[in-house]
């Protein structure tokens, strides 16, 4: 902007001063031609009078350089010449002067030289005897007077341009001077030019519209983040190219990247895995992919889909969801089915083949006793499994129970009850021991976890042996201690007797009765009331499970 104010300064510059010059220079040649015209007719006047005294001896007494005399008769004959041989010349009747002069008394002309380098100036008076004479002075055109005044002018034209030259430079400097001081971000804090007014306003107003729409873009991109940062599910945004757009912490989790790491960057240098290339490849021809992979010891279904409009691709989003609990979860309820199968057809089998000996009469009258008593038995333990599953299925579904103020001490008391024969079948001492513990919480389920806890102690016990059931009360928690000295759980076993079904002595276990489903029972019936549940077990020395319950839940 300063070089076109420049550029423009500069040429107005000499553009005027090449006009002053060739102004000044016109006004002044006129000027003194007309002077020089007007004392040509004075030097005539003068001559005129003494050629009418005294003839043409005055004439040819005069001796100039500068005019020239001629005396024309009335026919146009020279009589005299100041510079030439009257005789010689030719008839100047038709001389636009000589004729002027003989019709109307003055006359007046100005002739070119052929070169055009000078001009000759004639006046011309008739004398009372009917003759004209004439004088004429030569001066120099102004084409010549501009040739001979080139040098002084060259040296007046490079000292106004190189002033003209300076003056512009500052003059552009200062105009433009405050536009380079003004502060674009508070235009309407700026003392500029009042014709910027307009300009400053629209600014403001831009400004203002900028900002909220940054404001606006920078919300949307904060609930975006806290968004995809809180989703489990891993989020991966791709452009068109394949380069990193978005990555949340999940994504960066299991690829194993930081965020600064890997914006920008292809997404197949950050993982090379030949199923990703491959999904990638199939979403951009096919729109949709999806896929199954390990990573970090966890499953993971990749789904990967095509970001279009009707403007075209725009890129590609990737989402990993982890299956890991689904897959664990089918694989339970497959092992659950078949040993939910096997569990209930082996009393089903042994009740069968009870009945079919007893309905072909092979079995004795003196044995039949024994053979009811076996089909009654198993149906039980077939009714106990059933229940036993129906009570799993209840606590899976997280269906909402009814809740009550409920006493473990009491529950205690009415499992101990309900198993004192069996206690004394198995030559074991049941006690109670510590506080009420109330809870707030399901009493079938708080019944179950004490029964199955202390069922087992008997089950899994020696003759002599003792179960003790302990009752603390804690600052908003209450603790279930369930202890006994039967013969223990090994170590490696320790985190797998809660799983359905799973018997550390499978052969003890059978001659028990148990389904095999009464630990698990108890670990969610705690899960179901947020309860922690530990255990402490030595082989031959006994075993120690312990929860405990938050009254504030």
Same mark, same amino acid.
């Given at each position: 902007?300063?070089?076109?104010?420049?550029?423009?300064?500069?040429?107005?510059?000499?553009?005027?001063?090449?006009?002053?010059?060739?102004? &000044?220079?016109?006004?002044?040649?006129?000027?003194?031609?007309?002077?020089?015209?007007?004392?040509?007719?004075?030097?005539?006047?003068?001559?005129?009078?003494?050629?009418?005294?005294?003839?043409?001896?005055?004439?040819?007494?005069?001796?100039?350089?500068?005019?020239?005399?001629?005396?024309? !008769?009335?026919?146009?004959?020279?009589?005299?010449?100041?510079?030439?041989?009257?005789?010689?010349?030719?008839?100047?009747?038709?001389?636009?002067?000589?004729? $002027?002069?003989?019709?109307?008394?003055?006359?007046?002309?100005?002739?070119?030289?052929?070169?055009?380098?000078?001009?000759?100036?004639?006046?011309?008076?008739?004398?009372?005897?009917?003759?004209?004479?004439?004088?004429?002075?030569?001066?120099?055109?102004?084409?010549?007077?501009?040739?001979?005044?080139?040098?002084?002018?060259?040296?007046?034209?490079?000292?106004?341009?190189?002033?003209?030259?300076?003056?512009?430079?500052?003059?552009?400097?200062?105009?433009?001077?405050?536009?380079?001081?003004?502060?674009?971000?508070?235009?309407?804090?700026?003392?500029?030019?009042?014709?910027?007014?307009?300009?400053?306003?629209?600014?403001?107003?831009?400004?203002?519209?900028?900002?909220?729409? =940054?404001?606006?873009?920078?919300?949307?991109?904060?609930?975006?983040?806290?968004?995809?940062?809180?989703?489990?599910?891993?989020?991966?945004?791709?452009?068109?190219?394949?380069?990193?757009?978005?990555?949340?912490?999940?994504?960066?989790?299991?690829?194993?990247?930081?965020?600064?790491?890997?914006?920008?960057?292809?997404?197949?240098?950050?993982?090379?895995?030949?199923?990703?290339?491959?999904?990638?490849?199939?979403?951009?021809?096919?729109?949709?992919?999806?896929?199954?992979?390990?990573?970090?010891?966890?499953?993971?279904?990749?789904?990967?889909?095509?970001?279009?409009?009707?403007?075209?691709?725009?890129?590609?989003?990737?989402?990993?969801?982890?299956?890991?609990?689904?897959?664990?979860?089918?694989?339970?309820?497959?092992?659950?089915?078949?040993?939910?199968?096997?569990?209930?057809?082996?009393?089903?089998?042994?009740?069968?083949?009870?009945?079919?000996? =007893?309905?072909?009469?092979?079995?004795?009258?003196?044995? !039949?006793?024994?053979?009811?008593?076996?089909?009654?038995?198993?149906?039980?333990?077939?009714?106990?499994?059933?229940?036993?599953?129906?009570?799993?299925?209840?606590?899976?579904?997280?269906?909402?129970?009814?809740?009550?103020?409920?006493?473990?001490?009491?529950?205690?008391?009415?499992?101990?009850?309900?198993?004192?024969?069996?206690?004394?079948?198995?030559?074991?001492?049941?006690?109670? &021991?510590?506080?009420?513990?109330?809870?707030?919480?399901?009493?079938?389920?708080?019944?179950?976890?004490?029964?199955?806890?202390?069922?087992?102690?008997?089950?899994?016990?020696?003759?002599?042996?003792?179960?003790?059931?302990?009752?603390?009360?804690?600052?908003? !928690?209450?603790?279930?201690?369930?202890?006994?000295?039967?013969?223990?759980?090994?170590?490696?076993?320790?985190?797998?007797?809660? $799983?359905?079904?799973?018997?550390?002595?499978?052969?003890?276990?059978?001659?028990?009765?148990?389904?095999?489903?009464?630990?698990?029972?108890?670990?969610? !019936?705690?899960?179901?009331?947020?309860?922690?549940?530990?255990?402490?077990?030595?082989?031959?020395?006994?075993?120690?499970?312990?929860?405990?319950?938050?009254?504030?839940?």
């Amino acid at each position: 902007m300063t070089n076109k104010i420049f550029r423009s300064i500069l040429l107005v510059a000499i553009a005027v001063l090449f006009a002053s010059m060739s102004i &000044i220079t016109g006004f002044l040649y006129s000027y003194f031609g007309s002077v020089q015209e007007t004392q040509l007719r004075d030097e005539l006047s003068l001559a005129a009078d003494a050629a009418e005294q005294l003839g043409e001896d005055y004439l040819g007494s005069l001796n100039s350089d500068r005019y020239r005399l001629t005396w024309v !008769a009335a026919d146009g004959t020279v009589l005299f010449d100041s510079h030439a041989d009257a005789s010689s010349m030719e008839n100047h009747s038709s001389r636009e002067e000589i004729r $002027e002069a003989l019709m109307s008394g003055t006359g007046s002309s100005t002739r070119k030289s052929a070169t055009l380098t000078e001009q000759t100036i004639y006046e011309a008076t008739r004398l009372s005897d009917g003759s004209v004479l004439r004088i004429s002075v030569s001066r120099a055109t102004a084409l010549v007077l501009v040739i001979g005044m080139m040098q002084p002018i060259a040296v007046v034209l490079v000292i106004a341009i190189c002033l003209s030259a300076w003056l512009a430079h500052r003059m552009a400097a200062k105009v433009v001077e405050p536009l380079n001081k003004l502060d674009l971000e508070n235009p309407m804090a700026n003392d500029a030019y009042e014709e910027l007014s307009p300009l400053l306003h629209r600014i403001h107003a831009q400004h203002r519209e900028i900002r909220s729409q =940054m404001e606006a873009l920078r919300r949307k991109q904060q609930e975006f983040a806290q968004i995809t940062d809180n989703m489990k599910e891993a989020l991966v945004l791709l452009d068109n190219t394949g380069r990193i757009v978005s990555i949340n912490p999940a994504a960066m989790t299991i690829f194993d990247v930081h965020n600064n790491q890997c914006i920008g960057k292809d997404f197949l240098t950050i993982d090379r895995q030949p199923e990703l290339r491959t999904a990638i490849l199939e979403t951009q021809s096919h729109g949709h992919a999806y896929f199954h992979s390990n990573r970090n010891g966890r499953e993971y279904q990749f789904d990967l889909s095509r970001i279009e409009s009707s403007n075209g691709v725009h890129g590609l989003v990737l989402l990993a969801f982890d299956i890991t609990e689904q897959i664990h979860a089918e694989k339970h309820r497959r092992e659950f089915t078949a040993n939910v199968s096997h569990e209930l057809k082996t009393p089903l089998q042994s009740i069968i083949g009870a009945a079919e000996l =007893m309905e072909n009469g092979i079995v004795k009258g003196e044995d !039949a006793p024994r053979f009811v008593s076996r089909i009654r038995k198993e149906a039980s333990r077939l009714l106990h499994l059933i229940d036993d599953i129906i009570r799993l299925s209840q606590l899976d579904e997280g269906a909402e129970m009814p809740r009550e103020d409920v006493s473990l001490r009491v529950l205690a008391e009415e499992v101990c009850e309900t198993l004192s024969d069996a206690a004394k079948l198995q030559d074991v001492s049941v006690d109670i &021991i510590g506080d009420d513990g109330v809870i707030h919480g399901v009493r079938r389920l708080l019944y179950e976890i004490i029964y199955n806890l202390c069922d087992n102690g008997i089950k899994y016990n020696k003759p002599g042996g003792r179960v003790q059931i302990a009752i603390t009360e804690h600052v908003n !928690a209450v603790q279930l201690t369930v202890c006994d000295n039967g013969i223990g759980v090994a170590p490696e076993h320790q985190d797998k007797i809660f $799983e359905r079904f799973y018997r550390v002595d499978k052969s003890h276990s059978k001659q028990s009765g148990g389904t095999g489903l009464g630990l698990s029972i108890v670990k969610h !019936a705690v899960q179901y009331h947020h309860g922690k549940l530990t255990i402490e077990s030595q082989p031959n020395r006994g075993t120690s499970i312990s929860i405990l319950f938050d009254t504030r839940v």
